[in-house]
């Protein structure tokens, strides 16, 4: 590990390899010096695992580590995706970083002293993405590219997100849904129907029998004499002469004029004007009209004040707000006291039962990446699956994002695995439909036996 | 008091005071333009009748080889008429038809229009020309494209009666030199106007009874542009139409230059709508005469010459046009100089009697049309006879005077190169190369 010349105040830039990562792990990156280091260097002349390395530091849940500015030094110019990935680079040697860089880098480290920290770190991309355009304020601006299946790239959000296609993409159409984020129109982009490629071949084909071997030719009418064939009826060595009046042309608008041109079919000898355009994905070889090819807008984003707030404190989850707002959430605490209120009710009287049901549901930031503006539409839907199986006297409580707990009055306990079988089914079929998985659902029912003590049936059904 | 006066001068005419006061009637009209109707439409009638096996036969071979006939129908601005051609060509009892539709240039809903019926199947073929190049430049973009052996040009608003493909295809099974045929144009918006009824009595007279007559006997002169048949191998002979105005009388005389025959259809049937004013119908009738000075006596000089290619019919037909649209167009005047000059006092009683001589003519030469033609004209089209006392202003005042001035001031000034009807840059070429 070699270490960059400190400047008087602030301590050196971390030069990095992946060959001492991977000798040392996750201790380099816990370390102190990684953590007060004003900046990562990477140098791709001496590491071919430079673009890999960057990944492996843009997707550490610490912000420390994952929002760190990433610099390059290379004597030469770096690899263009590289170097639009990372902060900046020089060409010098470790000791002599410009100035204008270090001042990047003391702006960005700055913008990172401010965030709130959860425990585990950062895990949901879309509050990454969000930190890390925080930190580094400006416009955000898409790049195209022939590399990336979607045509367009925003190269320095790139390594955060995992090689899901689209991830990025999704992840920012939901946080401008959350208005953390503003997008400003830079481009439209078509993608094909099917898997969403922006790379379509686009071919003319006659209209009709489908075939691509088309010869196209100019009209000419010849004005002396009226007579009017394809351009090709015309030729005459190097010149232009009337088949009918064998005058030679000279002059287009003068002697003669080209009105319109003929397409030619070489199969089946058709003749048109307007040839079908196809369209091809190279991708997935799925065939299309053009007026049905889905048309995308490739954004500028900028962050919101709201996107600035979030940035520090936390992004709301979407999937939280849709919850709360459509099952009217109770508080845990609130929900708790009301749990022993029904186990003294049930035991006093013993004229009833109750249930508990429990519906975790992990991964929900996959939702995101995989779903992107489409996320709110399945999260209402989920909601609404959900309210179908709760009753007005129900309760129903969020312990995190992915966790419910609701308390079925009036319910045994073959009534709430009833219930909890047609939520199984609803919500396993929303997920199925939209994600092509049902992995990552749980629902379990527990009787209320009002001998047991309710804090620790509560927690024997979220074990 | 008058009329008695007129009676007696009436009375008071011998023969040769008949020929010296109406010998324009006597000499000229009466001849050509009745008594050898009567004849010919008096042969005619029953020829037609003894004719019916080999007509059948005719039918029964066309229907059997079922050619392809391309229809063509080139314009500008005609999109609102598409619609109502192909009905009336989905109508028709010889259905192998392809329709071909030519836009030129034009600046209105003509290409959605088409190419809907395009898409829907309802015409074949719909090609747009962004640059307006003339009638003849479209009709030669259609004719590149036509696959049929024959080809009928129509206008675009033009409507046929159910079987005029059948009847106007039947000529060329008939004979096998036939090179042409003429449809029968009939008026469709007859009782729009006045101008329409006296274009609708013109039209019986001149087209259906005077062209059904020159075309029997071998000096018709012209397929309508508005309707007509070609043969397509013809037409690729002669390249095509050439830059009109008057593009369809002059691929009809090409056509008999090539020895071949053209034949007027009475039974192919075609209605048109024609110019509802007198104003809108001088601007018609200029162009058109102003184009037989244009073609017959300069482009089409040669027929009347003698050489190699000299043919008796052909002089005929050309002759024959020439002498009585344009030669004895400037009778009138001479007559009419004639009667001013040596009897002024006259001119009271004889452009009355003039009146009533040729009143007469036409009664007889529509009854004639009305009884050889029967079958195929409407009744409208007889009741058009209550309005057989306007067509000797019409056609011995009005058309008169429109022609003459057409004629005058085409071979003074060869007015018709500035005409709009083509666009300038033709014209202007057409100009300078004296065509």
């Known amino acids: ?463 | 008091m008058y009329l008695e006066r007129l009676l007696e001068f009436v009375a008071s005419l011998g023969p040769r005071d008949l020929f010296f006061y109406f010998w324009p009637f006597f000499l000229i009209d009466l001849v050509r333009y009745t008594l050898l109707d009567l004849l010919v439409l008096g042969a005619y009638m029953p020829g037609r009748h003894l004719r019916q096996r080999r007509i059948q036969e005719a039918r029964s071979r066309l229907f059997r080889e079922r050619p392809l006939v391309s229809v063509i129908a080139p314009g500008k601005n005609e999109g609102r008429h598409i619609p109502a051609l192909a009905d009336s060509l989905d109508r028709q009892t010889y259905r192998h038809l392809e329709i071909i539709i030519v836009d030129d240039g034009s600046d209105d809903e003509t290409p959605a229009i088409c190419r809907q019926l395009e898409r829907r199947g309802r015409i074949r073929r719909f090609i747009r020309n962004e640059v307006r190049g003339g009638k003849a430049s479209a009709a030669n973009t259609a004719l590149r494209y036509c696959r049929g052996r024959f080809v009928v040009h129509l206008d675009a608003d033009s409507s046929l009666r159910y079987d005029s493909i059948e009847r106007i295809l039947i000529p060329f099974y008939l004979h096998h030199d036939v090179g042409a045929v003429g449809g029968d144009i009939r008026v469709d918006n007859l009782t729009d106007s006045m101008a329409t009824r006296m274009q609708g009595v013109e039209y019986i007279k001149a087209i259906t009874t005077g062209r059904t007559v020159s075309s029997m006997l071998g000096i018709l002169r012209i397929v309508a542009g508005a309707y007509g048949a070609f043969r397509r191998d013809v037409l690729e002979r002669l390249g095509g139409w050439d830059v009109g105005p008057g593009l369809d009388g002059d691929i009809t005389l090409k056509i008999r230059k090539l020895g071949l025959r053209i034949v007027h259809e009475p039974e192919a049937v075609c209605y048109t709508n024609v110019p509802d004013s007198f104003r809108k119908l001088a601007r018609q009738r200029f162009r058109w005469d102003r184009s037989m000075v244009r073609f017959r006596m300069r482009k089409h000089v040669d027929l009347l010459k003698p050489g190699a290619s000299f043919h008796l019919r052909n002089f005929i037909a050309s002759f024959e046009n020439i002498f009585f649209s344009i030669l004895l167009n400037i009778k009138w005047w001479v007559y009419l100089a004639q009667m001013l000059v040596f009897h002024p006092e006259m001119l009271s009683l004889l452009l009355p009697i003039n009146y009533v001589l040729y009143f007469t003519v036409n009664v007889v030469q529509f009854a004639i049309a009305v009884t050889a033609f029967r079958s195929s004209l409407r009744t409208r089209d007889i009741a058009l006879a209550l309005y057989l006392p306007a067509v000797p202003l019409y056609i011995g005042v009005y058309l008169r005077l429109v022609r003459t001035l057409a004629q005058l001031m085409e071979l003074l000034h060869k007015v018709s190169y500035r005409d709009r009807w083509n666009p300038w840059k033709v014209s202007s070429i057409a100009r300078r190369e004296g065509l």
């Not at chain 1, 965030?115 to 949901?124: E, I, M």
């Open chain 1, 1 to 463: 590990m070699s270490t960059t010349a400190e400047h008087r105040d602030v301590p050196a830039p971390l030069e990095l390899t992946s060959r001492t990562l991977a000798e040392h792990g996750g201790e380099l990156l816990d370390s102190q010096r990684a953590q007060a280091a004003p900046a990562f260097v990477l140098v791709p002349e001496q590491d071919s695992g430079a673009a890999g390395l960057l990944q492996t530091l843009r997707r550490h849940p610490d912000p420390d580590i994952y929002l760190k500015p990433v610099l390059l030094r290379c004597q030469q110019p770096p690899p263009a995706e590289l170097a639009q990935a990372c902060d900046g680079s020089w060409a010098g040697s470790p000791g002599e970083l410009p100035q204008g860089l270090l001042q990047v880098c003391s702006g960005i480290r700055d913008s990172i002293v401010g965030l709130a920290r959860a425990p585990g770190g950062d895990t949901g991309l879309p509050l990454r993405l969000l930190r890390f355009m925080a930190c580094r304020g400006g416009p955000l601006s898409p790049l195209p590219t022939a590399r990336h299946r979607q045509g367009h790239v925003y190269p320095s959000l790139e390594p955060l997100a995992s090689a899901e296609p689209g991830a990025v993409l999704n992840s920012l159409e939901v946080l401008e849904e959350q208005r953390v984020i503003q997008g400003e129109l830079h481009t439209t982009a078509y993608e094909c129907a099917h898997c969403g490629c922006a790379f379509l071949n686009f071919t003319e084909n006659c209209p009709q029998c489908a075939a691509v071997d088309l010869s196209h030719d100019d009209l000419v009418h010849h004005f002396r004499c009226g007579y009017t064939a394809e351009l090709g009826a015309f030729r005459r060595g190097e010149q232009l002469v009337c088949p009918k009046c064998d005058r030679a042309l000279h002059h287009i608008g003068v002697d003669y004029d080209k009105p319109s041109s003929m397409f030619h079919c070489r199969s089946c000898t058709h003749d048109f004007q307007e040839p079908t355009i196809r369209t091809t994905c190279y991708d997935c070889g799925h065939n299309s009209a053009p007026e049905n090819l889905p048309q995308r807008s490739v954004k500028r984003f900028m962050v919101t004040a709201l996107g600035q707030n979030a940035a520090a404190l936390g992004l709301e989850s979407l999937f939280m707000s849709v919850m709360e707002r459509r099952l009217n959430l109770c508080p845990w605490d609130a929900f708790q006291m009301f749990l022993k209120v029904e186990a003294a009710r049930i035991a006093r009287y013993r004229r009833s039962r109750s249930s508990l049901l429990l519906l975790q549901l992990c991964g929900v930031d996959e939702l995101y990446v995989r779903l992107g503006r489409r996320a709110d539409d399945v999260f209402e839907e989920l909601a609404e699956a959900m309210t179908q199986i709760l009753r007005r006297s129900d309760l129903i409580t969020a312990r995190h994002d992915a966790l419910f707990v609701a308390l079925l009055t009036e319910t045994d306990e073959a009534q709430a695995a009833r219930a909890a079988a047609r939520l199984d089914e609803g919500v396993g079929e929303l997920l199925q439909n939209n994600m092509g998985t049902t992995a990552g659902l749980r629902v379990k029912v527990a009787n209320l036996d009002p001998e047991a003590d309710p804090q620790a049936l509560l927690q024997a059904l979220m074990d």
